[in-house]
């Protein structure tokens, strides 16, 4: 962006708590630019309206404004009560910007005079959750947007809000999500509009209102014409391609390995500037395809904790949300070492000297040999596999004397039914059992020393509504692989976030607030203590992960749920709440100290 002095300006926000926005100059690359976002903790779009101020969505639904040269950013609230995230963001006409959201669907018009308003008067779609990419078209004075987790493209007329669903036909309804959007002026023609999906991206014709050849097994996740001929190029996950898009059977050239070139800039008509996500900034001629690439400071930045697990190693682990990383804290030495190159851990779980992380997404396995140094480019964690339509791995059990590790997932967007699944460290396979529970997602495991007994959540990926209506309890005989049982132990609950063997030999569960004591030999219901009052509106929403039990080696029983830290009376079952603010994981290391994860911190409690 270019501010009042005619300086140019490149911008980004980095994720972190609070996340920030950094401002660099275009011409040295020198951050000049760094304030606090403050209830954010991070971002998937920026755009600059046509009067000069730059907008900025958030995960949190937050919607903040900046004037390029100043030394301020401004909070304008949320777009929309209900919105609990906004994902991509266009400037329209006269200074207006328009904002996607999630969960509600919806498009909504900003302007200083204005404030907010919902312009596609409801849900672009009423059975879908998400707006991921916009653009808007001056010379119709429409707004395209992409929609999941099924998909759709919707025409939408910002002054009257009618709606047309554009999407071919054969392409509408699937499971993803029509992601990035980008208008391409200037091509033989007409103009076109470029809409990412899965496997391919699709090419419409602005001026003639019809599709043309995709392009192929790439997904543009942004794009920019030359002003100096009809090629255009475009970034995917990890490359940049040139295309010429009006030429009749032309295939993608590629320009240069840059990793999501997110942001772009034409400095002059060789010259494209870009922004990578691992923060480089290259100015690269596009007729020579030489770059020069400065390596952007960035201020380091806490994120928040998403896992917290002790490893065989005695270290109490932790992983990052939501770019993943992770740290391990040292209770002997009190020292924290990080490391980077793995995505968001939803679980972390350990046997022998193999430390394990369940990833989100694509429900991948790594497993880390502690034993060796920590190094992606070597292999240590090495990916074991994935399993195919699920998304995120929660539940994890080890069991050693099978040498085997089990995982409970949740599938992708728009899907209900997880998995099971299994790893064979003598083959270093996984074998998933898809949907051995129908429509539920299997998120906490437990061993009795014969069957493996899990606990289940009505909910499936984001983006659809559940099918199942309770959680259920059900076994599993590891040596023969057939389920043995299945029974919901609490009416009415939808998930079983917590499932342990007890001191009395039975299996404790929660099942939303509700402790249950189930009789794996009897398959019976023993008792059921409720310890926190759940509201209807919260088990309205999605529930993969809350409260959690431990047994600590003195015998007493701690365990986190619903914010609090507290300790159960083995005997009574009654609760005493130790602390608020606690998150959804908690860990024991060798000398008995518990550890919980609150926000960017770990906390260590001793009993």
């Known amino acids: 962006m270019t501010d009042k002095s005619g ?101 909504m018009r900003y302007h200083p005079n204005d404030g907010f308003k919902d312009i596609g008067n409801g849900p672009l779609i009423p059975s879908e959750n998400y707006v991921r990419g916009l653009a808007y078209y001056a010379e119709n004075d429409k707004i395209y947007a992409g929609i999941g987790s099924h998909t759709g493209l919707i025409e939408l007329d910002v002054r009257t809000g009618q709606k047309k669903e554009i999407l071919p036909v054969e392409d509408r309804g699937l499971t993803g999500f029509v992601s990035t959007l980008s208008i391409i002026k200037g091509l033989n023609d007409g103009d076109r509009l470029l809409a990412s999906m899965t496997g391919k991206t699709l090419v419409y014709n602005l001026k003639t209102a019809q599709y043309e050849s995709p392009i192929k097994n790439a997904g543009a996740r942004t794009a920019t014409k030359s002003s100096a001929d009809q090629k255009i190029y475009f ?8 295309y010429e898009i009006t030429k009749t059977g032309a295939t993608p050239v590629l320009v240069g390995n840059y990793k999501n070139s997110l942001a772009r800039y034409w400095a002059s008509d060789e010259e494209l500037n870009l922004l990578t996500s691992d923060m480089k900034f290259v100015k ?72 394990f992380f369940g990833i989100y997404g694509g429900a991948k396995i790594y497993r880390f040999d502690t034993k060796k140094a920590w190094s992606m480019a070597d292999g240590n964690p090495k990916l074991i596999g994935n399993v195919s339509g699920q998304d995120r791995p929660f539940g994890n059990l080890s069991i ?43 998120v906490s495991l437990t061993y009795t020393g014969k069957d493996i007994i899990g606990g289940t959540s009505i909910w499936g990926g984001l983006g659809i509504k559940p099918i199942a209506t309770e959680a259920k309890l059900f076994g599993w005989d590891p040596i023969k692989k057939i389920k043995t049982f299945e029974i919901v132990p609490v009416s009415d609950a939808k998930a079983i976030t917590c499932v342990m063997k007890g001191p009395d030999g039975n299996i404790w569960g929660i099942a939303d607030g509700t402790l249950f004591i189930f009789n794996p030999s009897t398959q019976n219901v023993i008792s059921k203590h409720e310890l926190f009052d759940v509201p209807e509106t919260r088990k309205a929403n ?44 908690l860990a024991t290391d060798d000398n008995g100290y518990l550890y919980y994860n609150s926000g960017i911190n770990l906390f260590k409690y001793t009993p």
């Open 235 to 242: 970034s995917t996950a990890s490359s940049l391609w040139s």
């Open 284 to 355: 690269l001629n596009v007729a020579t395809k030489k770059a020069n690439v400065i390596d952007l400071e960035v201020p380091p930045l806490p994120i928040h904790i998403q896992t917290t697990a002790k490893g065989g190693d005695g270290r109490i682990w932790t992983s990052g949300y939501p770019i993943g990383s992770n740290a391990a804290y040292n209770p002997k030495t009190g020292k924290t070492e990080n490391y980077s190159g793995l995505p968001q851990a939803e679980s972390i779980s350990f046997q022998n000297d193999q430390i």
């Open 400 to 442: 050693p004397a099978l040498g085997k590790m089990y995982f409970g997932t949740v599938p992708g967007y728009g899907k209900n039914g997880g998995a099971l699944v299994e790893y064979d460290s003598s083959t270093d396979k996984l074998t998933p059992y898809i949907n051995l529970i129908e429509n539920h997602s299997i």
């Open 7 to 107: 300086k140019v300006w490149l911008y980004t926000v980095q994720t972190g708590t609070p996340s920030k926005l950094l401002g660099y100059d275009q011409k040295s690359g020198k951050l000049e630019t760094n304030l606090n976002l403050p209830g954010v903790t991070g971002s998937w779009a920026i755009a600059g309206s046509t009067d000069g101020i730059l907008y900025i969505v958030s995960n949190q639904g937050i919607i903040y404004k900046h004037e390029p040269g100043t030394n301020k950013a401004t909070s304008l609230g949320k777009a929309l009560a209900t919105e609990s995230y906004t994902w991509d963001i266009v400037a329209g006409k006269n200074g207006e910007v328009f904002i996607a959201t999630y969960p509600g669907c919806r498009v």
């Open 542 to 585: 999605h529930v993969w992960k809350n409260a959690y039990l431990t047994i600590h080696p003195s015998g007493r029983i701690f365990g986190v749920g619903y914010g609090d830290l507290f300790e159960l009376n083995v005997k009574t079952k009654a609760k005493t709440t130790l602390t608020k603010g606690a998150g959804f994981s």
